[in-house]
């Protein structure tokens, strides 16, 4: 609705400037055309070029050659606003025809009038859009206005003055063509002060319009942050709610067999002794059962990446995808080679080495990261280090909370420095009969 108001109105002052040029150019050209005829029919010519530098010549043929221009004028104004109002080359072919027009007829007035630029200028402040191409059409606009003045060229050019043909009338009827002029020329300066204000305003509007945009859109990612973090919260505890059950299931099922088992060899322990080893036969049974249920629950858990590969292999793995698919950059140095490590273990150190990564582009936006594993006397370390943002102040989060329960698991330890980018110190002990070199 406002943008329909706003290009109403730019309509009517578009319209307003060019039928106030149309009446001063043909105004003026008439106007000198009908002096001089009252002059050849006065028998005052010889006076009147007593008193002038200049004569015009071919006054009739000026008046038709001003309304071709005109009409020229007219016609690249209605191609432009009404058949290619969003064609970006017929606009500036059409403004560069307004211009050589527009100059064409103050060319043809002598300088006697040059307001007609203005008219230029005009479409170029809501036609062109390039801030390049603006500026360029824009500074030709302004300097051929000021270089098309009259009192500027007739110190060095001998040129016809709209004055010296007002002077020929009576002084009453002098005043009168003079207002008249000076009334054209003002209202044309006044529409066109008009059309830059209301062109001034709008853009104003608009700018207002997208920072309110913009606040909104911040508002809305901010909202957006916050149910990102709450569906990851549900995420974590549906995965900790499946856990539970799974281990429920599993290890209530194995551990209730067990249980009732054992109390029912207690009662015939001491009737019938057969029967008692029968009965822990099929406890027996159901205990390797049972762990085979926990060992394929556990195997679910288990990244598929350590299933077909080594752990090397597999950080390697995760290294590079993570270099495909994001500008952080991560560089993996492995210096412990032929280290056999249990399946817990290289679940840990896969897991801790995932989440250090995680952390480290999601919290800490950094740029690169190095994932360190080393071996110092009968331990292994672990360091993740990037050159992110830091933590100065450490806030236990999911991710390091999970990271010290993993290590402390392999009877490990832990630690964080986010003084400088952030840090993740991981030792962990070396089982005895593990082989290295």
């Known amino acids: 609705m406002e943008d329909n108001k706003f290009n109403g109105r730019i309509r009517i002052l578009q319209t307003a400037i060019l039928v106030i040029n149309i009446i001063s150019v043909m105004g003026i050209s008439i106007f000198i055309y009908a002096t001089i005829e009252k ?10 070029l007593n008193e002038i530098q200049a004569i015009v010549w071919y006054p009739y043929a000026k008046i038709w050659l001003c309304v071709l221009l005109l009409g020229f004028l007219t016609l690249s104004m209605v191609i432009r606003d009404r058949l290619f109002p969003n064609n970006s080359k017929v606009i500036l072919t059409s403004l560069v025809a307004d211009f050589i027009a527009c100059f064409a007829i103050i060319i043809e007035l002598n300088f006697n009038y040059n307001g007609i630029l203005l008219l230029v200028f005009s479409n170029v402040i809501l036609y062109v859009k390039n801030g390049k191409s603006r500026y360029i059409l824009a500074a030709v606009a302004i300097g051929s206005f000021i270089l098309a003045d009259y009192e500027l060229l007739s110190i060095s050019y001998r040129l016809y003055s709209i004055q010296d043909y007002i002077a020929f009338y009576s002084a009453s009827k002098q005043q009168y063509f003079l207002s008249v002029y000076n009334i054209f020329i003002s209202l044309n300066v006044i529409l066109f002060v008009a059309y830059c204000v209301n062109i001034i305003n709008e853009q104003q509007g608009n700018i207002d319009e997208i920072h309110g945009l913009n606040e909104k859109l911040h508002d809305v990612n901010e909202q957006l942050q916050k149910y990102s973090l709450m569906a990851e919260k549900m995420a974590e505890t549906r ?12 290890l209530g099922h194995t551990l209730t067999g067990i249980s009732a088992g054992i109390d029912a060899c207690i009662a015939i322990l001491s009737i019938s002794p057969e029967q008692t080893k029968k009965q822990l036969e099929l406890i027996s049974k159901v205990t390797r059962d049972g762990i085979k249920d926990i060992r394929r629950s556990v195997s679910e858990l288990r990244p598929d990446a350590l299933d077909r590969f080594s752990l090397e292999f597999a950080i390697n793995k995760m290294v590079t995808d993570i270099n495909a698919v994001s500008e952080t950059r991560v560089y993996f140095d492995c210096r412990v080679s032929n280290l056999k490590f249990g399946e817990d273990e290289e679940n840990a150190i896969y897991r801790v080495v995932q989440e250090g990564i995680t952390n480290a582009i999601r919290h800490g936006q ?31 989060g999911f991710g390091t909370k999970h990271m010290k329960e993993r290590i402390r ?3 490990g330890a832990v630690t964080f420095d986010g003084s400088d980018g952030f840090i993740v110190n991981a030792r962990i002990p070396i089982r005895r009969g593990e082989t290295y070199d």
Do not use: P
């Open 39 to 48: 002059i050849r029919r006065s028998y005052d010519a010889r006076e009147f």
């Open 239 to 250: 995965e900790r709610n499946r856990l539970a059950r799974e281990i429920h299931d599993t």
């Open 366 to 396: 950094a740029k690169e990261i190095w994932v360190t594993m080393k071996m110092e006397k009968e331990d292994i370390l672990i360091q993740i280090r990037d050159n992110g943002i830091g933590c100065k102040e450490m806030k236990s």
């Open 409 to 411: 698991m392999l009877n």
